[in-house]
């Protein structure tokens, strides 16, 4: 599943190619992944330009002229193609956007979970999907500690799965989860209530850090996920203990199992019992 890091490579991607283009026309071919009505999400866009890219969490916002936000949410396999040719032959692209270069931003997503809104630039950050979005590490240089501790502390949840919870910290997906808590030295599966305001700032501290790192390596290719035009991760060689069996710490071996289904690995000697 693409994460923060991935999300901002594909925008910093995207970003190069279709900054300053308009969209001439819009191809949907699987209406349910627009979540706005058909003929406003049309209206909205047709005819309207990109003027900036922007991120928050895991959304991606495209700003268009005349005040309207494209939001796309690529949930577990979403990608963007940009290419010169429409080739229609490939059923996993739902959405097309045509551009005034001749060229076409195609939306491939293979489970077809992924998202799309359109939001008036006034109400972008007060409608759903982006109220939804917690603090975002890389995006927000300040942020309120004890407001975070709080939404923590509220859940009655092992920690990594409060993590995972978007509207606390945004952007966290299963790889960075587990790489953040090995480097906070927490256990994952720690009750989310008797997290103190000390791990949290490390949980913070160590999310900025690991999450920086990953955007400037392009993020982790692990399986199927690679941004548009294939542009292939690094990440993946700096991984501590996602997918690893050795502690690099104390050489102990790796625990991996399930925490609400999600493959989890620690090490029980450095994050603790
Ligand atoms: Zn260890």
Redesign the pocket.
């Known amino acids: 599943m693409p994460e923060l890091a991935e999300v901002e490579t594909v925008r910093r991607t995207l970003e190069k190619e279709i900054i300053g283009e308009v969209i001439t026309d819009v191809i949907i071919r699987y209406p349910k992944m627009i979540e706005s009505d058909i003929d406003d999400f049309k209206n909205s866009i047709i005819n309207h330009k990109i003027l900036e890219l922007k991120r928050r969490g895991k959304l991606l916002i495209f700003m268009l002229s005349d005040d309207k936000c494209l939001l796309s949410h690529l949930r577990m396999e979403g990608k963007y193609f940009y290419e010169p040719n429409l080739n229609l032959d490939n059923k996993h692209v739902h959405v097309i956007f045509k551009l005034s270069n001749g060229y076409n931003l195609m939306y491939q997503d293979v489970r077809k979970f992924g998202r799309m809104w359109i939001r008036d630039e006034k109400d972008l950050y007060e409608t759903k999907p982006v109220t939804e979005i917690g603090y975002d590490p890389i995006l927000d240089k300040e942020y309120d500690i004890n407001a975070i501790y709080k939404k923590i502390k509220n859940k009655k949840l092992e920690i990594k799965s409060s993590l995972l919870d978007q509207s606390i910290i945004a952007g966290l997906g299963n790889i960075y989860v587990d790489e953040v808590l090995f480097s906070a030295r927490i256990n994952p599966h720690k009750e989310s209530s008797k997290i103190s305001i000390d791990e949290v700032r490390r949980i913070i501290d160590e999310s900025i850090r690991i999450l920086t790192m990953a955007i400037k390596y392009k993020g982790t290719t692990i399986k199927t996920f690679t941004s548009s035009h294939g542009v292939t991760g690094e990440y993946q060689r700096f991984l501590q203990v996602h997918t690893k069996t050795i502690?690099?710490?104390?050489?102990?071996k790796?625990i991996c199992d399930k925490i609400k289904g999600r493959t989890t690995y620690y090490?029980?000697?450095?994050?603790g019992e």
Not at 247 to 252: A, F, R, T, V
Not at 267 to 271: D, L, P, W
């Open positions: 502690c690099p710490c104390c050489n102990s790796l090490c029980s000697k450095c994050q």
